[in-house]
């Protein structure tokens, strides 16, 4: 048989879907019908496998993403791991709601069932990681699900595929499809028998999956983007505090929806702040990926290196200063890599909260340091963005730390730390950073439907 040619290729991929949907719809009575405890297994199994496979898994990570072998072997495939088994114990405990009205003889309570098949689309930046973090509760639900990664870096969940059956899933159950967003992800969208999308990406995307879903009245969960502050507080420890936040702002090459971009720093400690914040910055070594001493990799793509660069630009025309980095510090790799997708991270000072690198996502190793004077007036600025999903605040005020997270408009504040997750809690954004919150409870009444029942008695 002849390869297709490109004209076809659109087609063959939307006749994927549609398979893709065929084999849900078939495996679906069957899956759902399982108890708990049977679909937990198969995820505990599926965890197991992905776990011996751990150290493929994160050399391909690194080589399809840019990331470090390092990071994709402590943090992506172990967390990928974790979802899985993380779910597989959930799904054993939660528990349903009852009430009575004696004076008219009724007993109400709740029964959840699976929604049926669930459409899944993740981004990038962590692939495995974030793709299993949607897979794992829907079929552990007794969903079904068809899950499109990202085009860019499909190769782990392409991988994982191949231990599916191994783990005892059964055909159908779970469905991945590969291809773009407008053909692949728009006909996975679109299909009026897929009723429930948990997406992952920028809001731009997020804009037409809305569109696209709204004349099927479809659930939709929306991860989105973010222009995440840090709060440091003059009483700070600036010792847990500069290292946690060159972390923040950096790691996964700044590729991370959670990642800093806007550090505000009370007046007094300013100076002291950014000289070591520069300076620690500094020592973030970007190397090539497979260098275990590289704290960073390279970013993506030639298009989003020179989107994050253009912000740098815009920032340097605009009057700002640019302390360590892109264009102010020399870049080192050995010549065979000099042509990847490299860049140095970046500090921006002496900018105004109206520029844009104040106020949109970048996405890439690049953070603003400002100073502030009071309280009131951070948290107000730090809430003077479209986006609302993580931030952090430092100090050794215990009341202040509470007062300031709860102001906060974002839906993850993390104080004196950065990144530490409880997978039990909700996970999601505020304002322009999506809808809906995902983690245990939250994650099940998403892939669930509720039912309210009522006996007269
Ligand atoms: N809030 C979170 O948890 C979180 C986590 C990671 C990344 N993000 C955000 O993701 C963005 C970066 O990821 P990206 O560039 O891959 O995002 P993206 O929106 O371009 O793509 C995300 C996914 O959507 C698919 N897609 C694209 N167009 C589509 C369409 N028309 N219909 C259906 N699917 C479509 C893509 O193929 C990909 O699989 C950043 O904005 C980042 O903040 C958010
Ligand atoms: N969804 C999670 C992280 C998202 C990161 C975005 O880049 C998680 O930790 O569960």
């Known amino acids: 048989m002849s390869e297709p040619d490109e004209a076809s290729l659109p087609v063959l991929q939307v006749m994927e879907v549609e398979a893709a949907v065929e084999a849900a719809r078939a495996a679906f009575p069957g899956w759902a019908n399982r108890s708990p405890q049977e679909r937990s297994q198969v995820l505990h199994r599926l965890a197991d496998l992905l776990e011996q496979s751990l150290e493929e898994l994160a050399q391909a990570e690194s080589k399809d993403q840019g990331k470090t072998v390092a990071l994709a072997r402590a943090m992506d495939i172990p967390r990928s791991v974790q979802n899985f088994r993380f779910f597989a114990s959930s799904i054993l405990h939660h528990t349903s709601e009852c009430t009575q009205m004696d004076h008219v003889g009724c007993l109400h309570y709740t029964v959840r069932t699976p929604v049926g098949i669930a459409g899944l689309i993740s981004p990038w930046n962590l692939p495995l990681y974030l793709l299993t973090w949607k897979i794992a509760p829907a079929i552990a639900a007794g969903n079904t699900v068809i899950a499109k990664p990202s085009e860019l870096t499909s190769v782990t969940a392409w991988m994982m595929c191949k231990l599916l059956e191994k783990a005892g899933v059964p055909p159908g159950v779970v469905n991945i499809v590969f291809g773009t967003g407008p053909r692949v992800g728009e006909a996975l969208v679109s299909h009026p028998e897929v009723p429930l999308i948990s997406f992952t990406g920028s809001q731009p995307t997020a804009e037409r999956i809305t569109q696209l879903s709204a004349p099927h009245f479809k659930k939709l969960c929306l991860e989105l983007g973010g222009k995440n502050p840090a709060i440091i507080f003059e009483d700070a420890n600036l010792e847990e505090c500069v290292p946690t936040t060159v972390r923040s702002s950096f790691a996964n090459q700044g590729e991370i929806c959670l990642c800093t971009s806007r550090i505000f720093v009370q007046k007094r400690i300013y100076s002291e702040f950014l000289k070591r914040f520069v300076a620690a910055t500094r020592m973030w070594k970007v190397g090539i990926p497979s260098d275990p001493s590289a704290s960073m990799g390279a970013l ?31 870049l080192s790799l050995p010549p065979g890599n000099r042509g990847g997708y490299f860049m140095l991270p970046t500090v921006i000072t002496d900018i105004k909260d109206e520029s844009r690198c104040m106020k949109e996502e970048i996405f890439g190793p690049v953070t603003c340091v400002v100073p502030f004077e009071s309280e009131e007036e951070v948290i107000e600025r730090a809430n ?41 809690l909700p996970f999601g954004g505020m304002k322009s950073s999506g809808i809906g919150r995902e983690g245990a409870k939250d994650s099940y009444n998403f892939f669930t439907e509720i039912k309210t029942v009522t006996v007269k008695h």
Do not use: F, M, P
């Not at 215990?398 to 007062?403: C, D, I, T």
């Not at 993850?412 to 039990?424: D, F, G, Q, S």
């Open 300 to 330: 993506i793509s030639k298009t989003h290196l020179e989107k994050v660069r253009s912000y740098i630009e815009r920032a340097r025309a605009e009057g700002a200063r640019i302390l360590c980095g892109e264009g102010v510090d020399t």
């Open 384 to 424: 003077s963005v479209k986006y609302g999903l993580a931030a952090t605040v430092w100090s050794s005020n215990v009341g202040r730390v509470h007062r300031v997270a709860k102001k906060l408009q974002s839906g993850l504040v993390w104080t004196n730390c950065w990144l530490i997750r409880e997978l039990n």
